[in-house]
Nanobody, 121 residues
Framework: QVPLVESGGGLVQAGGSLTLSCAAS????????MGWFRQAPGKERDFVAA???????YYADSVKGRFTIRRDNAKNTVYLQMNSLQPEDMGVYYC???????????????WGQGTQVTVSS
């Protein structure tokens, strides 16, 4: 088991920044790719970013240039730095570990409980 716990969500004005954290417990974290997804009310859970165990990052087109994913394997933590936030970035952000297929798919083995991000215009 790799329980995941997200933190760092909150309310921010448009144009502002937030950094989300995802702390993992259990063995194997440092070897698993990690992903961030978000889900707006009434919509599907969408891919935001992913990072391989070596630190290679992948992003959704909508967040490229604004969001940065990174990981600290010594701390068993993955981060999502979000800049220039817009109302369309609002939603519950989920951390995920160990993809079962494509990094872009929501088929991951482990998921956190999510953290809410609200952007006011």
């Amino acid at each position: 088991q790799v329980p995941l716990v997200e933190s760092g969500g909150g309310l921010v004005q448009a144009g502002g920044s937030l950094t989300l954290s995802c702390a993992a417990s259990g063995r194997g974290f440092s070897t698993y790719p990690m992903g961030w997804f978000r889900q707006a009310p009434g919509k599907e859970r969408d891919f935001v970013a992913a990072i391989t165990w070596r630190g290679v990052a992948y992003y959704a087109d909508s967040v490229k240039g604004r969001f940065t994913i990174r990981r600290d394997n010594a701390k068993n933590t993955v981060y999502l730095q979000m800049n220039s936030l817009q109302p369309e970035d609002m939603g519950v952000y989920y951390c995920a570990s160990r993809p079962l297929g494509s990094y872009y798919s929501n088929q991951y083995e482990y998921w956190g409980q999510g953290t809410q991000v609200t952007v006011s215009s």
